[in-house]
């Protein structure tokens, strides 16, 4: 079993930098696909982004992409994501997810699940 924490959420204005932190405990997360996905009031889960088990390989939704970035310290057992140039419409909670394999932008993939982290943008 995986157990995952998140922290670093809050308010922030727009245009204001935020940094997510996910941290595992229950095993080495070292060989997982990690992603983070976030929920607003009333829509459905969205992928944000997501990293392999080296760092090597990332991937970003198309509407944070050049603002949020994802990385990993398999020593410390956490995943980050940096969010920059937040806007109005990237608040929501977000989710911290690990998965046996390959990262992965389906939420149904994911193996394991954080309690998530709220978000506010204001404007």
């Known amino acids: 079993q995986v157990q995952l924490v998140e922290s670093g959420g809050g308010l922030v204005q727009a245009g204001g930098s935020l940094r997510l932190s996910c941290a595992a405990s229950?095993?080495?997360?070292?060989?997982?696909?990690m992603g983070w996905f976030r929920q607003a009031p009333g829509k459905e889960q969205e992928f944000v982004a997501a990293i392999s088990w080296s760092g090597g390989r990332t991937y970003n939704a198309a509407v944070v992409k050049g603002r949020f970035t994802i990385s990993r310290d398999n020593a410390k057992n956490t995943v980050s994501l940096q969010m920059n140039s937040l806007k109005p419409e990237d608040t929501a909670v977000y989710y911290c997810?690990?998965?046996?394999?390959?990262?992965?932008?389906?939420?149904?993939?994911?193996?394991?699940w954080g309690q998530g982290t709220q978000v506010t943008v204001s404007s």
């Open positions: 229950g095993r080495t997360i070292s060989t997982y696909g």
């Open positions: 997810a690990a998965r046996n394999g390959d990262p992965s932008g389906s939420y149904y993939s994911y193996d394991y």
